[in-house]
């Protein structure tokens, strides 16, 4: 999502600070984290698993050098501060939003200024000045020091612990109600969904290095059972979850957009339907909110807006579902991947690198994503799972204002894995495919235009790679022509690099760099062999039909014209201004039938599929996936 500064500066309530990090950690190796986590469980009479356990799941140890997350949490134990993260709040970039349909720019709603007028913050965004309070210590070192940071995350959960009546027990299981209050929840779900979660990385255990070098490791306890009734004495309420469609692992409450006519035959903020039984459901795409939860979540209730199935928070990962999976949101600006997909939003800022997503948030989305995935028998690809950023524009025209939510910092290895398909090699050197794997954490390409147009960002891990016309660094970028501008590193510059899960062609090979088949043309990444940027694999591609020099492609799969009924007006099927030309090869996602969704009234009873005979493949094209009509290309093996 994207919107107006105005806005969008209104909705985002408790927005974190931009720039570079504070610097007042020193990065290095060794285990003095650990160290923290057994002196502070020592003194608060907290078990150390518990509070290791509460930490992986907020942060996964790290402290990103004392900036705040999304939602204003700072080090390892996400202990929010949303005044201190307000204070240090400044524009960011932005662009008009979308029209349901795709073709051109609605104005945003009025600025959602309530939440920001308020004095009152909810307590899940205030953890920090309670720790200060709890430990003497002060809040910028509580901000800034892992150790006191988690010092202030074990006072917490044992004030939480004597608040419930219970004992400051050496035994974890007794401690699932003070883990539930952790998470600040103030329903009974998502309290009950973040303490669930925090036992079952007790159970499974855990090791990894963090971000400063620091090795931290949970021993696994497999037999761990907590009394979950302990909940019951916290006085949360229950949320409405009656009308959800969510996986029972997840919090999840009906917050629902309107459907509502309004002025001069206008109406929104979305189309009924009735998927699957009238066209399926192919693709989830996710988004981030460019916005904090409260403002969003008044944006999509606002019927002169655009709309989502799924808001997702970040503090814990607690679910809003809004529109039916039955129904069309209008949420991927382009029609075609509207009427065929769910949208999910994720509270979060694309330009924001060290604004940082909880384990809470991406462990709940990931599930809420399986569980779709599985009811409506959609891959867990990346041509399937999309992100805002590779819907491609739908006409020529509309290339240059599509979305790039969201954004390089999305760690979609990791991602990939808490889905339960970890992007592993599939063949070996011959396979004749890549796919774009490098390591999260030390793959640090230069980004602009974070802050200020030109100047570089904060350096931080991403999943995305850079593109070169040549095998090297001193070789321009790779320029993409239907974009028709000069290529730079800016954030929102999708022209000249591929992202983490998406495959491609082998095209040829240089010492450390390796050539794929990309928007037409040769585009060379950095690939060396002790540290990877991608792995091999095998899968089928396509290439023009024997005799055309080249083919159309297609930023939406629409039917030929006689397909068309009296009283539908037919689509154009207009091409991109690229081709896919003789002797390249692009990954397929799969064989769709030309299809559109005509809905352009109130009245639901008008509105109609059209399913015409043309056949399309989906393909990888560029950063964004693509379409090409089967009659004019086949389908052959990888390294065939």
């Known amino acids: 999502m994207r919107g107006s500064v105005t806005a969008v500066a209104a909705a985002a309530l408790l927005v974190p600070l931009l720039g570079a990090a504070p610097s007042g950690v020193r990065a290095d190796s060794g285990d003095r984290l650990q160290s923290a986590f057994t002196a502070a469980a020592a003194e608060y009479h907290v078990p150390s698993s518990v509070l290791l356990g509460v930490s992986y799941l907020q942060s996964r140890w790290d402290a990103h050098s004392g900036a705040p997350s999304v939602s204003g949490g700072y080090g390892p134990m996400h202990l929010t501060d949303a005044r201190a993260a307000l204070a240090g709040t400044r524009a960011h970039h932005s662009e008009g939003t979308e029209d349901p349909r795709g073709d051109s720019a609605r104005p945003l709603p009025p600025p959602v200024a309530k939440a920001l007028k308020t004095s009152t913050i909810p307590a899940r965004l205030r953890t920090l000045p309670k720790a200060a309070e709890l430990t003497g210590l002060s809040p910028e070192r509580l901000r800034t020091d892992p150790a006191a940071n988690v010092a202030g995350g074990a006072a917490l959960l044992a004030a939480a612990q004597r608040e419930l009546g219970e004992p400051l027990s050496s035994d974890p299981a007794d401690w699932y109600g003070a883990v539930a209050r952790f998470s600040g929840a103030d329903d009974t779900a998502t309290a009950t969904a973040y303490a669930n979660d925090v036992f079952e990385v007790l159970r499974t255990g855990q090791e990894r ?24 004495q916290a006085g949360l309420r229950r ?18 957009a309107p459907y509502e006519e309004f002025g001069d035959g206008d109406y929104g903020n979305h189309d009924l339907a009735n998927r699957p039984a009238d066209q399926k459901i192919e693709y989830i795409v996710v988004h981030d909110t460019e916005g904090a939860w409260e403002g969003v979540l008044d944006m999509v209730q606002d019927p002169t807006y655009v709309s989502w199935q799924y808001t997702l928070r970040s503090t814990d990962g607690h679910i809003a579902q809004h529109v039916k999976a039955k129904d069309v949101a209008w949420h991927a600006g382009n029609w075609y991947v509207n009427a065929k997909s769910i949208g999910l939003e994720h509270e979060g800022f694309l330009t924001r690198p060290d604004s940082w997503y909880t384990e809470a948030m991406y462990r709940s989305s990931a599930r809420l994503v399986a569980y779709l995935a599985k009811q409506h028998g959609i891959p867990l690809d990346r041509q399937h799972i999309l992100g805002h950023d590779t819907v491609p524009g739908p006409t020529t025209s509309t290339i240059g204002g599509m979305h790039t939510d969201p954004g390089p910092y999305w760690d979609w290895r990791h991602y990939f894995e808490l889905l339960g398909r970890p992007l592993a090699p599939t063949a070996g050197a011959k396979g004749g495919l890549v796919t774009i794997r490098p390591d999260y954490a030390t793959n640090r390409p230069e980004f602009t235009g974070c802050v200020t147009a030109g100047e570089r960002c904060a350096d931080h891990g991403s999943s995305e790679v850079r593109l070169y016309s040549g ?10 022509i239907g974009d028709g501008s000069t290529p730079t590193k800016d954030v929102n510059d999708l022209s000249s690099r591929v992202s983490t899960g998406q495959q491609f062609a082998v095209a040829g090979q240089d010492g450390d760099w390796t050539a794929i088949w990309y928007l037409g043309q040769k585009a060379w990444f950095k690939n ?8 091999h694999a095998v899968g089928d591609v396509v290439t023009p039909k024997d005799g055309a020099e080249s083919v159309p492609v297609y930023g939406r799969a629409y039917p030929e014209a006689s397909a068309y009924p009296a009283g539908v007006p037919a689509q154009a099927v207009s091409p991109l201004p690229y081709t896919l030309p003789a002797g390249q090869r692009y990954v397929v996602g799969g064989k769709v039938p030309g ?42 093996r990888s390294g065939s």
């Open 209 to 232: 290095r963090t971000d400063e070098g620091q090795r931290v490791s949970l021993a696994a306890r497999p037999g761990l059972a907590p009394d979950p009734a302990q909940l019951g």
């Open 239 to 256: 949320a409405k979850a009656a009308e959800t469609e969510c996986p029972p692992t997840v919090s999840c409450e009906w917050i629902p």
């Open 595 to 636: 299809e559109y969704y005509y809905a352009v009234t109130f009245d639901e009873g008008s509105h109609r599929v059209v399913r015409g005979k043309d056949q399309y493949y989906e393909i990888q094209y560029g950063h964004r996936v693509a379409f090409v009509r089967a009659a004019d290309v086949k389908v052959v």
């Open 528 to 535: 060396p062999a002790k540290t990877p940027t991608a792995v």
């Open 471 to 480: 095998p090297g660094e001193s070789y321009p970028l790779i320029k993409d």
